[in-house]
């Protein structure tokens, strides 16, 4: 069973940075996609990036070239860089994972592995 396990999320000043990682486990022998999301109050769920088996990246809009998504060779973490941040990138940030069967899934539905949420505040 696939286990994703956030770390990393705290509070900063408008402009700073942050680093956030999630470690995976339990997919030996099987390929999966993974994703960031983020949840504000009161907001949906919405995509920050995705990552294909292919390491290939797809961010979103709001992004904006602040964020970096990288994973380690071995595939056990994935880890978001975030610069630059504004007080509405706040909330909850979760790490996403998804077998893949030929195709990564398109929406927040179609991921079926989820880790516990790290919280992310950026002050004004």
């Known amino acids: 069973q696939v286990k994703l396990t956030e770390s990393g999320g705290g509070s900063v000043q408008t402009g700073g940075s942050l680093r956030l990682s999630c470690g995976v486990s339990?997919?030996?022998?099987?390929?999966?996609?993974m994703a960031w999301f983020r949840q504000a109050p009161g907001k949906e769920r919405e995509e920050v990036v995705r990552?294909?088996?292919?390491?290939?990246?797809r961010y979103a809009d709001f992004v904006a070239g602040r964020f970096t998504v990288s994973k380690d060779n071995a595939g056990n973490t994935l880890t978001l860089d975030m610069n630059n941040l504004k007080p509405e990138d706040s909330g909850m940030y979760f790490c996403a994972a998804e077998e893949y069967l030929g195709y990564c899934p398109r929406e927040v539905g179609g991921f079926g592995h989820w880790g516990q949420g790290t919280q992310v505040t950026v002050s004004s």
């Open positions: 339990g997919y030996i022998g099987r390929r999966y996609c």
């Open positions: 990552m294909d088996i292919y390491d290939a990246t």
